[in-house]
């Protein structure tokens, strides 16, 4: 499946110096003025995924010494390394919002109809000063985030009145009415759809409406350079986690604060000590160490990274953060050596595939081609920790770590797969 992120956030908050360097390369024009960002830029960059060097390794190690005589090529035998093929993510470099947007202010308009394509919406927060960097206004996380999130409440609104209308001409059930009268009244309150707790037979209802404030969503805080440590980050996330989500109703209680009135009344309530929101979709970054640390190499990166006591860059926690809040896992495919994915027709390399949690096994054949989901028969599994400890299918296979499992085997994270496929 296809992971697709869009970065959002106010002009000059640091969102295209973030994309700029997750793209590893200057591809955005991150120029210091509101809309430079005229157009959404997107690249297709690697998800990190240490396990699949361990993959290429073993499977290179095991191709020179299997001991079957050789139908392959000899350049892709005697220990020549497999190629490594990554999961991938999109990511959308989506032009500057101003408020008013959802009325087509500064470039609202594509601003809004981007955001429908994307799988989840990577939203920058600016939490440093820098008199360089132009900024209409103080530096203000709440405010800013305040600013977006009414915005794409205001273009929902706008949606389900169009919705409501043509569903009474069309004498629609009393019921799907209720249901869209019921995400309006709580859109009215400030609470984003992704927070209205719709049920299963509801969702159903609104799901090709395309309520832009139901995507879900990470809160990317983009800190100074001095705030940017290790020990750091979870203290900017406890600060800016009270501030961000004090902006977001709850729909069931709080205490309600006045004391700021977008368009229509959003009113401040205490926040809510549950999964939504929360530390457990924040993500702290400096987009301008992100920025340098693009143009290292990968010992360069680790080094640097290391000197700044940071475990990991700000690219693989937005990542990892990104999998979690969707709910996705990567199963692993290698061939047992370069003879045999020779003779068996498939491609000698070593590769990532993005599911969902929960996934089956037939399903997941799918992911690869509908061929192999048409056509399954079984799936040859074995965890990628047995994988690496017996070196590979061969020794997996007579250790006995190797299992046959059915169409409805559900695919863990890790997962190294051979499908077995029918003719």
């Known amino acids: 499946m296809n992971l697709s992120i869009g970065i959002v956030g106010l002009p000059n908050v640091g969102k295209s110096t973030l994309f700029n360097a997750l793209l590893k390369k200057q591809q955005a024009l991150a120029a210091n003025y509101p809309f430079a960002t005229i157009e959404p830029n997107v690249g297709i960059i690697p998800v990190p995924d240490e396990r699949l060097e361990a993959l290429a390794d ?56 981007h955001i429908r394509e994307v799988s989840i919406i990577a939203h920058v927060v600016r939490v440093f000063e820098d008199a360089n960097v132009i900024k209409e206004g ?31 001409k069309a004498k629609v059930q009393v019921k799907s009415q209720n249901i869209l009268d019921k995400i309006e009244e709580l859109l009215n309150k400030g609470i984003p759809a992704r927070d209205v707790g719709l049920i299963d037979g509801e969702q159903e209802v609104v799901k090709d409406l395309f309520l832009l404030s139901s995507k879900p969503e990470i809160i990317v805080l983009n800190v100074a350079e001095d705030q940017y440590t290790q020990e750091n ?37 205490t926040p809510r000590a549950t999964t939504r929101g929360g530390n457990d979709n924040m993500v702290v970054i400096c987009a301008k160490i992100e920025s340098e640390l693009a143009v290292l ?37 290698a061939p047992a050596s370069a003879d045999a994915s020779a003779r068996q027709g498939g491609k000698y390399e070593v590769r990532a595939w993005t599911v969902p949690k929960g996934i089956k096994a037939v399903d ?16 040859e599994v074995v965890s990628f920790d047995d994988f690496v400890q017996n070196k590979g299918w061969k020794g997996s296979r007579e250790a006995g770590r190797a299992r046959l499992e059915g169409r409805d085997y559900i695919v863990k994270d890790g997962d190294v797969i051979e499908f077995k496929i029918g003719s």
Not at 59 to 80: D, H, M, Q, R
Not at 364 to 379: C, L, P, R, S, Y
Request: no cysteine; charged share 25%.
């Open 58 to 113: 073993i499977v290179a190690s095991g191709s020179s010494t299997s001991g079957e005589s050789s139908s392959a090529t000899p350049e892709v035998l005697f220990g020549k390394r497999p190629p490594i093929k990554p999961a991938t993510v999109e990511f959308v470099d989506i032009a500057g919002l101003v408020k008013g947007a959802s009325e087509g202010s500064g470039l609202g308009n594509k601003f809004l109809s």
């Open 138 to 168: 103080s530096v203000d996380p709440m405010s800013d985030y305040k600013v977006i999130q009414t915005e794409l409440i205001l273009a929902d609104l706008e949606t389900l009145e169009k919705a409501k209308g043509k569903r009474q």
């Open 233 to 269: 980050i979870p203290k900017v996330i406890e600060e800016y986690n009270q501030l961000l989500f004090s902006v977001i109703p709850d729909p069931d209680r709080g205490s309600m604060d006045s004391r700021w009135s977008p368009v229509f009344t959003m009113p401040r309530f």
């Open 297 to 333: 190499s990968e010992d360069e990166q680790k080094e640097y990274l290391g000197d700044l006591g940071l475990e990991e860059s700000g690219l693989e926690r937005l990542i990892k953060k990104a999998y979690e809040t969707l709910g996705l896992i990567s199963f692993l495919t």
């Open 364 to 379: 997941a054949a799918g992911v690869i081609h509908t061929d192999f989901e048409k056509k399954f028969i079984k799936a």
